[in-house]
């Protein structure tokens, strides 16, 4: 069984930063996809980021010159720095992973999600 652990959240004024983690743990052998989501009240999930094994990061339009998604594959962890922020990037924000586990010997994967942690931009 994998878990996801989200810390970071909370309130900050416009134009400030955050800097959300999520970590893992349990039974890992790789994790080939890390990800943030975020969903506004009312609105649908939203994918903010998507960083790969070798690091290559994706962001949506909304994120692109503001957010940077990183990871540390020694401590099984994510990162989304979150920089000029906005009133609309207030949201739930969610990890997910891709997670490669093995049971047997067999070698699987699943997709793992943390609760959410809240952000909230407000003056």
């Known amino acids: 069984q994998v878990q996801l652990e989200e810390s970071g959240g909370g309130l900050v004024q416009p134009g400030g930063s955050l800097r959300l983690s999520c970590a893992a743990s349990g039974t890992i052998l790789a994790i080939p996809v890390m990800a943030w989501y975020r969903q506004a009240p009312g609105k649908q999930l939203e994918l903010v980021a998507t960083?790969?094994?070798?690091?290559?990061?994706n962001y949506a339009n909304s994120a692109k010159g503001r957010f940077t998604i990183s990871r540390d594959n020694t401590k099984n962890t994510v990162y989304l720095q979150m920089n000029s922020l906005k009133p609309e990037d207030t949201a739930v924000y969610s990890c997910?992973?891709?997670?490669?586990?093995?049971?047997?010997?067999?070698?699987?994967?699943?997709?793992?999600w943390g609760r959410g942690t809240q952000v909230t931009v407000s003056s």
């Open positions: 960083i790969a094994s070798g690091g290559s990061p």
């Open positions: 997910t992973f891709k997670v490669r586990s093995s049971r047997l010997g067999i070698a699987f994967e699943n997709d793992y």
